[in-house]
């Protein structure tokens, strides 16, 4: 463990399961004595510090989960530490009961990060303790409640902090509670809220912010907080606090400076105290009013305010990322509780081990994002000017929306530029509204995208100038909800809308590659590269449902578009994840035994293999290689083939669906290889040949007439054209395979809705997308080997033109199931973005491929060749 020599002097690591459920697991028995206590609460710490640490830095398990578990840990130690004492004490004190005899309730509240659930790998762990109310104990010696209660804390705090032989727990901080160390070590919650109600100052309201139970009786800490809210949360602006929160803020500063701490990640300039600190004021003023703002996570705050603060969040939340990554990857080197970067050189060689780049580029990357922390931190709590009020018309549905928007929108965030144009657009919006007829259902839509757009206001002023865009954004969000919805969630996509030549421009695959590599560019870092191809999906997705809905591209077109924007992200994908994969293994070898970049080929399945992607859709994959699986890579660190698979694979579907604040790229399904979720993630092309010839069920060929390869490496892609076409072309009996199809459909039908037809969807439906994907793709079996240009094609449309073509179809049938498909997805991609559709289209379509469905694969069919 070369980043860590600590970690290479504990027991390799059993399990990395970082569930709550397994860690608590091991701290569930009471010990038979304190020294056993001692020695197994340290015991397990350990454990389960080496396997957090293995989990980040070797598996690169996300921050929120390695903060959980490392969270989840000191509940669980101090929740057996609580016990055992309490259970020791009862034999000379008996319980602590209050005035009327009732049972006295004590619990732990956890501040800081450990309320956040986002303790780091040396943490302190914050912690006030809290009893219900005053009392006696009942036992042979009795004591006051406060003695009780002062007695167990002070033997539960060593138990965790005391260092022995076997290392600590955690170190355990009370200097957060009422009078700090003068106080007294356990309160009454009485006395804890008279005393935030008397003497409470702003930085104690910012603690309370991420204050959470965190063992004992929680119940009583529930209450507790409950009670202390409007101490922590004002429900009106506190103009005397924002005063407070700026003099607090300079005290950061100042004290940063003061002790030397630009080393420190943590508490120096740009650090991350200095992330925390600009969501905490944006909670303190505006979370009385924002109830969804009111968590303990920073991760949380962040997802919650992101769309109603004036500042990149996205950037922010990067970058408190890797600072946090960097702080663990400087704690694992020895454990010890430092946020300053390493000036040692065996320390500084093990953070860029640890971080797998070299130091000077850890070094240039801390110090990018502090410069951007420290520029988000100097706008924060800043004098803000009053907004002017904007009067609204006193009924109508104009009038309720702009009641609507006066409640949502914050114009303390506005300048005064923002109003102005704010106050222009409405006008001039209220005046358009007066000659249309769809003000109910366009005004609550326009109301919601002003509030994402009104703090970037150049938005504002381009709708003031433009009429043409007014108009044009006026018919998108009455024709779509989703569209509506999607330009409010991310109002950067009205740069795509609102220039009305680039929007209408026909889709280009190549140009949409080229469009992709330019906004990848130079970039390095995985978080901004996951965030640009989010972004550039996002953008040519709206862009696509756009001209969809206003008529202005065919359904086939539109999904050329999606494809092509799916197949250009997977293709980014594939060749990151070799870089990555082989940056730290070296290339595979290929059969010939020669290193190889690539070796690998992306196959798509389904509407992806059929150039028939819709809005939403999964992604059906299927990985063949030809790489040697025995052979080792030829990197620094080499591994045999096989494990290079595994590892690109694993890398390559993290990439691809991984869940952010912004979402997944695509959900992926992998079930179509072979033998389904029980078989290899990455099949050898020769024995993915083998199972398609031999083992593989008639729906498995049936699913490859829509296959294509669509990623990675050229010569794997031509060789899996060749299985590909061998198998359709392989001689079949068409009476079996008539069978074995309708089989195959009445079985799914059964599952997917329970034998009942008309409960299903647009896609299962009797006359639905898949009935008549089973009729091409029977013929498609069936006649390919007398007619190999149907293997040509993977998309429907072409292969009912080709099954005319070559007198296997009736050409008026093939036109009437064409035109048949395009109103089923055109129905399907309507209802995707919530627009409406003809029902009388889709009915008639059903029709038509019910009809052919009979003559083809009914129980009376005489097609038969």
Not at 90 to 106: H, I, Y
Not at 378 to 400: H, K, R, T
Not at 851 to 863: E, K, P, Q, R, V
Request: negative net charge; proline residues 4%.
């Amino acid at each position: 463990m070369p980043y860590s020599p600590w970690l290479a002097r504990q027991p390799a690591p059993d399990h990395l399961d970082l569930s709550d459920a397994r860690i608590r697991a091991d701290f569930a028995d009471r010990p038979a004595t304190e020294d056993a206590l001692f020695r197994s609460l340290r015991v397990h710490a350990s454990a389960w510090l080496a396997r957090i640490i293995v989990s980040e830095f070797e598996q690169a398990v996300p921050l929120e989960v390695i903060g959980r578990a490392l969270t989840v840990l000191g509940e669980a130690a101090l929740d057996q530490a609580i016990d055992f004492y309490r259970h020791g004490m009862a034999e000379r004190f008996g319980q602590p009961l209050d005035g009327d005899g009732n049972p006295v309730g004590f619990c732990a509240l956890g501040m800081g990060k450990m309320g956040g659930y986002e303790l780091n790998l040396s943490s302190d762990i914050d912690v006030i303790f809290v009893y219900q109310r005053e009392g006696m104990t009942d036992g042979r010696s009795q004591v006051s409640c406060e003695e009780y209660f002062d007695r167990l804390c002070k033997k539960v705090t060593p138990a965790l902090d005391r260092l022995t032989a076997d290392g600590r727990v955690f170190r355990v901080d009370l200097r957060l509670r009422p009078w700090g160390n003068s106080g007294a070590i356990a309160l009454s919650c009485d006395r804890i809220e008279a005393y935030y109600e008397q003497h409470g100052r702003p930085w104690e309201r910012m603690a309370l912010l991420r204050a959470r139970p965190v063992a004992g009786d929680r119940a009583v800490g529930v209450q507790l907080l409950a009670d202390l809210k409007p101490f922590v949360y004002r429900r009106y602006l506190d103009f005397g606090a924002l005063a407070s929160l700026r003099g607090l803020k300079a005290q950061i500063r100042a004290e940063a400076a003061k002790k030397d701490w630009e080393a420190d990640i943590k508490r120096g300039t740009g650090g991350i105290r200095e992330a925390e600190f600009v969501l905490q004021v944006e909670q303190l003023i505006h979370g009385g009013r924002r109830p969804q703002w009111q968590t303990t996570s920073w991760f949380s705050a962040l997802k919650a305010m992101r769309d109603d603060i004036d500042l990149d969040a996205a950037a922010l939340e990067a970058d408190y990322r890797w600072l946090r990554h960097v702080e663990h990857a400087i704690q694992c080197f020895e454990l010890e509780q430092t946020h300053r970067m390493p000036t040692e050189p065996a320390a500084q060689a093990a953070l860029a081990s640890a971080l797998d780049m070299s130091f000077a580029d850890v070094e240039l990357a801390v110090a990018s994002a502090r410069a951007r922390i420290q520029a988000a931190f100097e706008g924060v709590v800043e004098p803000d000017s009053v907004p002017a009020p904007i009067v609204a018309p006193l009924q109508g549905p104009w009038a309720d929306a702009r009641a609507w928007l006066d409640t949502h929108l914050n114009q303390d965030h506005l300048d005064d530029s923002g109003r102005e144009r704010l106050a222009t657009f409405l006008g001039v919006a209220e005046a358009e509204m007066a000659t249309r007829d769809d003000v109910a259902e366009l005004a609550p839509r326009l109301m919601r995208l002003v509030v994402a757009i009104a703090r970037r206001s150049a938005y504002l002023a381009l709708l003031n100038e433009a009429a043409n865009a007014r108009a044009l954004l006026y018919r998108l969000l009455t024709t779509s909800q989703w569209l509506a919805d999607q330009l409010s969630a991310m109002p950067a996509l009205l740069d795509e809308l609102l220039d009305v030549r680039h929007l209408l421009a026909p889709p280009d695959p190549d140009e949409i590659e080229a469009e992709l590599r330019l906004r990848l560019a130079r970039i390095d870092d995985d978080e901004v590269f996951f965030n640009r191809l989010r972004e550039f999906k996002a953008a040519h997705v709206l862009r696509t449902a756009a001209t969809e809905l206003l008529g202005e591209r065919a359904i086939n077109h539109a999904s050329d578009h999606l494809t092509w924007v799916a197949e250009s992200i997977l293709r980014a994908c594939v060749a990151r994840a070799h870089a990555i994969t082989q940056a730290k293994y070296g290339r595979p070898r290929a059969l010939d035994g020669q290193p190889t970049a690539e070796g690998i080929a992306v196959i798509g399945y389904g509407k992806l293999g059929g150039i028939e992607l819709s809005y939403g859709s999964d992604l059906d994959l299927v990985f063949v290689h030809r790489i040697d699986e025995a052979a080792m890579t030829d990197g620094p660190k080499p591994t045999t083939g096989q494990q290079y698979l595994q590892r690109w694979v694993r890398l390559l579907l993290q990439m691809l669906n991984v869940r952010t604040t912004a979402g997944v790229l695509y959900e992926i399904d992998t079930r179509l290889r072979p033998s389904g979720s029980k078989g290899l993630m990455v099949v050898s092309l020769s024995g993915y040949e083998r199972y398609l010839q031999g083992e593989a069920w008639t729906w498995e060929r049936q699913a490859l007439v829509r296959a294509r390869a669509v990623a990675g490496d050229a010569g794997v892609a031509r060789g899996f054209d060749a299985v590909r076409t061998a198998v359709l072309c392989h001689p079949r009996d068409g009476a079996v395979l008539r069978d074995e199809v309708r089989a195959m459909r009445e079985k799914m039908r059964a599952h997917l809705s329970g034998g009942d037809a008309e409960k299903a969807d647009i896609k299962h439906a009797s006359g639905g997308v898949v009935d008549l994907e089973f009729i091409v793709q029977y013929l498609t079996l069936r006649d390919a080997p007398s007619c190999p240009a149907l293997t040509q094609w993977s998309d429907n449309l072409r292969l009912l033109e080709t099954l005319a073509a070559h007198k296997a179809m009736p050409t008026e049938q093939a036109r009437a199931l064409t035109e048949a498909y395009l109103s089923l997805r055109t129905a399907q991609h309507r209802q995707a973005l919530m627009a409406p559709y003809s029902e009388a289209a889709l009915a008639t379509a059903q029709d038509c491929v019910r009809s052919a469905w009979h003559a083809w694969l009914g129980d009376d069919n005489t097609n038969e060749a």
